[in-house]
């Protein structure tokens, strides 16, 4: 009699690896404290939350930039 092979779905290849996310995410965070006060001398009425969602977004954006650059030269 045969053996069935059974296939085992490693935890790697469900979730990509987050070290890189986790360390960009942090990145963010400290730049967004580092240029908070600045900000707030231009734009007095903004609060912490709204600047470190611009943040994000202006490097969400600058990424999605970078990666249709990459695909438009291949």
């Known amino acids: 009699m045969k053996?069935?092979?059974h296939y085992q779905v490693q935890p790697s290849e469900i979730v990509p690896p987050r070290g890189e996310q986790v360390h960009e995410e942090i990145q963010n965070f400290l730049h967004a404290l580092d240029s908070y006060p600045a900000r707030v001398a231009k734009e007095p009425r903004i609060n912490f939350q709204k600047h470190l969602?611009?943040?994000?977004a202006a490097r969400d954006e600058?990424?999605?930039?970078?990666?249709s650059q990459r695909t438009r030269r291949h």
């Open 3 to 5: 053996r069935k092979m």
């Open 53 to 56: 969602s611009s943040i994000f």
């Open 62 to 67: 600058s990424d999605r930039d970078r990666r």
